[in-house]
């Protein structure tokens, strides 16, 4: 499941932030190409902004497998129930992943170690540990210094067994979260990390493009 359906206020003002072009194609097509690379995905449900499907058809004209659109929601979470329901599972045991389109430079190995990991624990999730010293600010002013020797900062791939990951959306009734993990967390579910390189950047600003360019400059798309 890629939620493909947010605009990118923090980037631009302007469409879907992943038809943006990285390296001359579309960041959502990086991103479907290694997760093909990896061996592990076999297809994908994208859910895009009302309105765009056709512009996505044409941006994925080159896409690495099947995919199939849904119409995404106000919040990415709702674009990811939406996906979710429209995937057609077989079975409760199968893994579903889940992977931001603004996530163009993930790594084929690495999605291929997420998944080996839920594979084993029915949850896991990529992500990195914190390099930064981490404060809690209020009204500009420090209010303490968080430990960071247990924080993770958390991406993607999330990888779910089904029936797990449908339990966890079913009890989360449409609350607010920021990844998907935090609803199987929630649902009491233990989720296994992944660490991983911290090139996995989420495109989020304008200067994450430049960073993200540099990146293919010196490794091979
Ligand atoms: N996303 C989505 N549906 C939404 C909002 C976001 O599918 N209603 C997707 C985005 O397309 C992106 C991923 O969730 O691939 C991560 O979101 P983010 O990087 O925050 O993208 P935007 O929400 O588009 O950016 P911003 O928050 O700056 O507006
Ligand atoms: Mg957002």
Known sequence: MIPAAGFGARFHDGGPKALVPLAGRPMLLHALERLAASGRVGGAVIAVPEGYEDAFHVALKRAPFSYALVEGGMTRRESVARAFAAANFETDDELVLVHDAARPLVDSIEVAAVVDAAEKTGAAIAGFSVVETIKRVSGGTVGETVPRRDLFAATTPQVFRVGLFRKALAKAEGAEATDDAELVERAGGAVTVVLTSRWNIKITY???????????GRSPA
């Open 206 to 216: 304008p200067e994450d493009l430049a960073w993200a360019e540099a990146f293919l």
